[in-house]
């Protein structure tokens, strides 16, 4: 049992909170029980240490029994390891270190997907997760990141997909106008999701049910006029109370499983 914070190990887990320590190492930090339970569930190949209190362990006795059946060694940890380790301030007993698993742009692709969210300059950790655990649970086939989007691998994004990044293909590091031109080479409407645009209920369900790459702007500044004179068409989630504005990732969840609704009532 590790109980010392002063650790060798335990400092060289926390320093994946680092964007470049998780580059140069190709790791990156995966926090709390649920998140770790769709990971040894969905991509156990990808775990490489497990760390886990005692109590966290009692109270989660299943993830025990998914690490045996992966042949993954259980490392237990003292609380203060834990807290030394995780990125959060109230960790839940759980830490494990996994690999990095991006997916090309056309692997992707050659799935023939029908929908698909693009992230352009989504700088917000919380955001980008949620927009990922949307798109999973809307049945998106994949998500793609641009270069100007955050980190996959920060721990608040992993964190905010409450293990959804093991369920379906992320891309990563795609620059934008290639992501554009090879959704649309794939068959593909692009749709940005931007203010200026016309409202969402103006689009049939003939129109929704296209295969479809809905595309998400800046928390601030939302997408360039350059990027809107490139994507076939501009919509907007009407505000029909008092809201200032809406949140990101609240706007996406309401685009994807418009087109989620339509596409399955036309199958």
């Known amino acids: 049992m590790i109980e010392s914070p002063r650790n060798a190990r335990v400092r060289e887990v926390r320093r994946l909170a680092q964007k470049s320590e998780r580059q140069e190492r190709g790791l990156f930090l995966l926090e709390g029980p649920q998140a770790l339970r769709e990971a040894l569930n969905y991509r156990p190949d990808l775990v490489e240490e497990l760390y886990i209190t005692p109590t966290a362990l009692e109270r989660h006795q299943d993830l025990g029994d998914l690490a045996r059946e992966a042949e993954l060694e259980v490392i237990f ?9 995780a ?3 109230t ?3 759980v830490i494990a270190v996994c690999r990095q698993f991006p997916t ?3 692997s992707i692709l050659d ?4 929908l698909v969210a693009i992230l352009e300059e989504v700088r917000d950790p919380g955001n980008a997760g949620t927009i990922i655990r949307a798109a999973d649970a ?3 086939d994949a998500v793609i990141l641009s270069g100007r989007a955050v980190d996959l691998y920060n721990p608040k994004v992993v964190r905010s997909t409450t293990g959804s990044i093991f369920h379906l293909p992320v891309a990563v590091d795609v620059d934008f106008e290639t992501a554009l031109s090879q959704v649309r080479g794939a068959g593909l409407v692009a749709r940005a999701a ?4 016309r409202d969402l209920p103006e689009l049939s369900m003939e129109a929704l049910a296209e295969p479809t790459a809905w595309i998400f702007g800046n928390e601030a500044r939302g997408l360039t006029d350059e990027v809107l004179a490139q994507v076939d068409d501009v919509i907007r989630v009407p505000i029909y109370g008092h809201a200032e504005s809406m949140n990101l990732a609240t706007a996406a969840s309401v685009c994807l499983y418009q087109s989620a609704f339509a596409q399955r009532s036309e199958a």
């Open 111 to 114: 799935g023939e997907p029908k």
């Open 194 to 197: 931007d203010v200026k645009g």
């Open 104 to 106: 090309s742009i056309r």
């Open 91 to 93: 960790p839940q007993g």
């Open 138 to 140: 809307a049945g998106a």
């Open 77 to 85: 940890a003292s609380e203060d390891v834990i807290e030394a380790m």
């Open 87 to 89: 990125d959060t301030r």
